[in-house]
Structure formats: structure tokens, C-alpha cells
T-cell receptor
Framework: AQSVAQPEDQVNVAEGNPLTVKCTYS??????LFWYVQYPNRGLQFLLK??????LVKGSYGFEAEFNKSQTSFHLKKPSALVSDSALYFC??????????????FGKGTMLLVSP | DAGITQSPRHKVTETGTPVTLRCHQT?????MYWYRQDPGHGLRLIHY???????DKGEVSDGYSVSRSKTEDFLLTLESATSSQTSVYFC?????????????FGEGSRLTVL
């Protein structure tokens, strides 16, 4: 089955330090990968996506993600964390149903806590 | 923000009662989705729609039905609610799944089944 895995339930980082939120994928063919962020009591917000091309993808709020085909990973990164980055982060991959239409399959989420 | 409105935003109901959640979009997007979010499970797809009256099952469709009679509205129905359906339900829309496929989400509907 095509899926993504987020191996960490929670990541703690101090403000100003770099952060990494990990994601690995298992898909056949070329993956379309996404990162979303969810603030408390809100819906998910799209951060960035990898379709093809450059392995380093830049997104909203200073986030970027690195696609690594050999390690089947798509880790989310930010050079300098802010307290306001504290939220729940989801990795997702596009999958195709038997209908021929695509949906997104999500990881279980990683809570990022940035301390002052 | 994408024009997606979910209603009701909060609902408490009793086991065995029917419940309908509504998703309304003003973006005229073709594709609509219902996900549920539960701790430890992330988001799981319940049903999706690829056009008016065209729907398909997702990963956790048992106990749920959907209807889409207009482009802008996608209804999720729990015919007889159970406590295991206590969750936060999110509607999402997409302009085209044949392009990049990113989804845009509503604010969620929190359902508690007692």
C-alpha cells in the first residue's frame, strides 16, 4: 500500500535553532508529496509540495523540504524556529484509487513544540 | 483562504441517532473529500466526490454515506451514530486531481456521540 510515515510523535526545539520534522514514503512510481500544518482548533493549511525537479522545495512561512529518492524521505526543515511554529505537522502523498482519481494519504502527524 | 464552510461546527448526539454534516464551497471546485481526524491515526479518508452525483469510498467508509446533488455541497451522513464515530471531521476541496492534487481544508466539525 502507498503510504507515508512520520516516525516522531513530537519534536522539541528551542527558538532560533534549526528544526527538522521527518517523513518517509512508500509509493510506486514518482511520488507527489505534501506538507500541511494544523494550528489548534483549525483546519489543515498547505505548506509546500514536491512534484518534480529540484530536491529542495521552498514553501510558506520560511519552511522548506528536502526530497531524497534514495532514502525515500521528504523531511520538513526550517533554519531558525519560532515559537509561533508550534503546531501539528502532517506529511501526505498522492495516491490513486481504482476509480482513477487521486486522493491524499496522510501520516499520523508530528507535534512540533518550540520553546522560548 | 479557500471558501469552505462546514456545518455544524460542533455537535453532541446520542448513539443510534442520524447525523448529517454539511460542506459548502464557493470555489466551484470539482473534487470534494471527507476526512476524519483521530489521535494516533492522523487523517483518514471517508468518502470523496469527483463530480455531481459521483462519489467513491475511502479508507474508513463503513457507517458513513455521502451525497452530492450540487457542485457546492457535499453531505456526510451517519445513519446511526456510534461512539466510535466521535471525531473531528474535515471537508476538503481540490480543483483538479490530475494536476498536483493539493487539497484545501475547512475548519472542521467536532462530533461527540454519547
Amino acid at each position: 500500500a502507498q503510504s507515508v510515515a512520520q516516525p516522531e510523535d513530537q519534536v522539541n526545539v528551542a527558538e532560533g535553532n534549526p528544526l527538522t520534522v521527518k517523513c518517509t514514503y512508500s509509493v510506486s512510481g514518482n511520488p507527489y508529496l505534501f506538507w500541511y500544518v494544523q494550528y489548534p482548533n483549525r483546519g489543515l493549511q498547505f505548506l509546500l509540495k514536491y512534484i518534480t525537479g529540484d530536491n529542495l522545495v521552498k514553501g510558506s512561512y520560511g519552511f522548506e523540504a528536502e526530497f531524497n529518492k534514495s532514502q525515500t524521505s521528504f523531511h520538513l526543515k526550517k533554519p531558525s524556529a519560532l515559537v509561533s511554529d508550534s503546531a501539528l505537522y502532517f506529511c501526505a502523498v498522492r495516491v490513486y484509487a481504482d476509480s482513477g482519481y487521486s486522493t491524499l494519504t496522510f501520516g499520523k502527524g508530528t507535534m512540533l513544540l518550540v520553546s522560548p | 483562504d479557500a471558501g469552505i464552510t462546514q456545518s455544524p461546527r460542533h455537535k453532541v448526539t446520542e448513539t443510534g441517532t442520524p447525523v448529517t454534516l454539511r460542506c459548502h464551497q464557493t470555489e466551484n471546485h470539482r473534487y470534494m473529500y471527507w476526512y476524519r481526524q483521530d489521535p494516533g491515526h492522523g487523517l483518514r479518508l471517508i468518502h470523496y466526490s469527483y463530480g455531481v452525483k459521483d462519489t467513491d469510498k475511502g479508507e474508513v467508509s463503513d457507517g458513513y454515506s455521502v451525497s452530492r446533488s450540487k457542485t457546492e455541497d457535499f453531505l456526510l451522513t451517519l445513519e446511526s451514530a456510534t461512539s466510535s464515530q466521535t471525531s473531528v471531521y474535515f471537508c476538503a476541496i481540490s480543483e483538479s486531481t490530475r494536476n498536483t492534487g493539493e487539497l484545501f481544508f475547512g475548519e472542521g466539525s467536532r462530533l461527540t456521540v454519547l
